[in-house]
């Protein structure tokens, strides 16, 4: 199985500080869908691994996350792909869950339920936090210049052998290049 786990905000769609709480703020960004379209169509299995925290802050129920995901879904398949599963951390900053990146419990939740190694699979992120989390996990760790990504390029302290790229597209042309 060929397995890539992408953060959402800043990587497929557009991020906001006041956080994206309604499908109207769900905007994809240039080439994104794209991107994802030709992965699914070379026998990649995407997956979603999203820090939600404004459900714990009141920002949005999860009838409306659900809505969000269901346009990225629609969008998606109109530009002919798919995500196969989108996993989410509901909790807070200050809960101390497991599964909030930086921690690695969204990713081993991932690799549980695919019952995969997660060793040297994609995991594109664009904060610091994506990119410890998916290290933690075993995962290759990948940073897009989108989002938060060229503030967190700046800042440093990247994991060890995390491959930047300027978008999900270039992620995209690397991966297929590369199988």
Request: net charge negative; charged share 25%; hydrophobic share 40%.
């Amino acid at each position: 199985m060929k397995l890539i786990i992408l953060d959402r905000d800043g990587v497929i769609n557009q991020d906001s500080d006041a956080f994206v709480k309604s499908p109207d703020e769900w905007i994809a960004l240039p080439g994104s869908l794209q991107a994802i379209a030709r992965l699914t169509q070379a026998d990649w299995t995407v997956v979603v691994a999203t820090n939600q925290s404004g459900l714990a802050r009141g920002l949005f129920d999860m009838d409306t996350l659900t809505a969000i995901h269901t346009k990225m879904r629609r969008e998606l398949a109109a530009a002919g792909g798919s995500v196969d599963a989108v996993f989410m951390c509901p909790h807070g900053p200050d809960d101390d869950c497991t599964c909030r990146k930086p921690r690695p419990g969204m990713f081993e939740q991932i690799g549980h339920r695919y019952d995969v190694e997660l060793a040297g699979v994609p995991a594109v992120g664009d904060s610091l936090r994506d990119l410890q989390a998916s290290a933690a996990a075993g995962c290759s760790p990948w940073l897009v210049l989108t989002g938060n990504g060229k503030k967190t390029l700046a800042k440093g302290g990247l994991p060890d052998n995390t491959r930047v790229c300027d978008d999900l597209s270039a992620v995209a042309d690397a991966l297929l290049q590369d199988n």
